[in-house]
Nanobody, 123 residues
Framework: VQLVESGGGSVQAGGSLRLPCAASGFSFERFTVGWFREAPGKERDMISTISHSYGRTYYADSVKGRFTISSDIGKNMVYLQMNSLKPDDTGVYYC?????????????????WGQGIQVTVSS
């Protein structure tokens, strides 16, 4: 069972990045998949989630209108499209999954985590 994030890197403010999350050893079907961000010296924040059981998504206020979460169950992939990036979006982004939880459930409910990937937005 493994989650692997990719697509991170450095970008200037206003730019875009797309973060894929790939699962192996299990299917995302009926799982809720979330993206979390950990900035230096701060707690891990829930950025966006997608619940395949309930067919709903969640976005933190800080990213609404800029980030879009999507999935391709056939490829067992979840994507986070990040547009209009700001320096405050800088951090390590983690993909996580949990079976059957709602899109609002917090990070403590997730039991499968990727290793994280760095995103740096410069001004």
């Amino acid at each position: 069972v493994q989650l692997v994030e990719s697509g991170g890197g450095s970008v200037q403010a206003g730019g875009s990045l797309r973060l894929p999350c790939a699962a192996s050893g299990f299917s995302f079907e009926r799982f809720t998949v979330g993206w979390f961000r950990e900035a230096p010296g701060k707690e891990r924040d829930m950025i966006s989630t997608i619940s395949h059981s309930y067919g709903r998504t969640y976005y933190a206020d800080s990213v609404k209108g800029r980030f879009t979460i999507s999935s391709d169950i056939g490829k067992n992939m979840v994507y986070l499209q990040m547009n209009s990036l700001k320096p405050d979006d800088t951090g390590v982004y983690y993909c996580a999954a949990a079976f059957g939880i709602t899109e609002q459930a917090g990070p403590g409910w997730y039991d499968r985590w990727g290793q994280g990937i760095q995103v740096t937005v410069s001004s």
